[in-house]
């Protein structure tokens, strides 16, 4: 809900997370990525809410468990870092102290346990305990602040780590830093991680399967080779010709023409047809399903759908 009326922020979108994957999550600002994130977590403000739908769990829906029971799960289980993360830490209060005040939070209270653990995970992310613990934020650089948060959400061994745009404020090379710790920790503790970001590099250097959204919707679902070297839908299409290229002339590089709809009062059928070079009529009238090209690789596109139609 917002001042000027209700917006469907995320709209019947069905993702499933396979364990031990890392899956990314792209698309342009505003379609709905962190929202998704939020509502996994139940962490969405006031003003917003989930209208139906469910979140699946370990065969548990998270939609109707409790306050009581969702705090068994949400940071033992799924842990969040939330976009702008770097401003999430107390700026009066001591690394070590943000530590104890979320083992306080889950009923654990034993020091010694909480410094021992957040020891051993801010040395898997190559930051030395002793100096750290001791610091105040502000005296920590941006990438150690991101490190020191990942090693937050960590600490009660989540089995899902939710990133929300975890690199989007740090350098390139700080950036590039983070990654590789990412994929080190996943390779250590196989922890499934859902990756958020309007950065297609990121999330080709880091996933194993991409979704793209765009508008709310979910347009394409498929590993990161085959999402990224033969796109399907026109959007995704759109996305890779917008990322500039080392080797090739700049001249190559196109932006998606149009922004993005009203969400207040989106398009009939697909949202991108009014950006669509490809759009025929039953796109501005009807909403194309999601249907799978082959096995693993979901595109929402009447191109598509259609093709598959005159294959039956």
């Known amino acids: 809900m917002t001042l000027k009326g209700f917006v469907r922020a995320v709209d019947n979108a069905s993702l499933s997370i396979r364990k031990g994957e890392i899956m990314g999550i792209v698309g342009e600002s505003g379609s709905g990525k962190s929202t998704l994130a939020l509502a996994i977590m139940k962490l969405l403000p006031p003003t917003a809410r989930i209208v139906k739908g469910s979140i699946i769990f370990e ?4 939609v109707k468990m409790s306050y009581n029971q969702l705090k068994d799960v949400l940071w033992k289980r799924i842990a969040l870092i939330p976009q702008a993360a770097l401003n999430a830490l107390n700026p009066v209060l001591k690394i070590v102290d ?3 005040e979320t083992a306080k939070a889950h009923g654990i209270h034993d020091k010694e346990w909480v410094i021992d653990r957040a020891s051993k995970l801010l040395e ?8 750290v613990l001791k610091s105040y934020p502000h005296e920590l650089s941006g990438g150690m602040k991101q490190r020191v948060l990942i090693a937050l959400a960590m600490l009660l061994e989540p089995d899902v780590l939710i990133l929300d745009e975890p690199t989007t404020a740090l350098d390139v090379l700080t950036q590039r830093y983070i ?3 990412l994929k080190d920790l996943h390779a250590k503790t196989s922890i499934t991680m859902i990756f958020i970001t309007h950065d297609i590099a990121v999330i080709a250097d880091i996933a194993d399967r991409v979704t793209v959204m765009y508008a709310g919707k979910i347009f394409e679902v498929g590993d990161v080779f085959t999402v ?5 839908h026109p959007y995704s299409i759109a996305l890779m010709k917008s990322i500039p290229s080392l080797v090739g002339p700049i001249e190559e590089m196109k932006s998606i023409p149009g922004t993005l709809p009203d969400l207040r009062n989106p398009p009939p059928g697909c949202r991108f047809a009014p950006r669509c070079q490809y759009a025929m009529d039953i796109c501005h009238k009807k909403e194309p399903p999601l249907i799978e090209l082959k096995p693993g690789h979901l595109v929402a596109c009447w191109l598509h759908v259609k093709r598959e139609e005159e294959v039956k």
Request: proline share 9%.
């Open 59 to 62: 065969g548990r829906d998270l």
């Open 228 to 232: 990224f070297k033969e796109p399907k």
């Open 179 to 181: 990654l590789d710790l």
């Open 98 to 100: 943000h530590f104890m």
């Open 124 to 131: 898997l992310l190559r930051l030395e305990p002793e100096r």
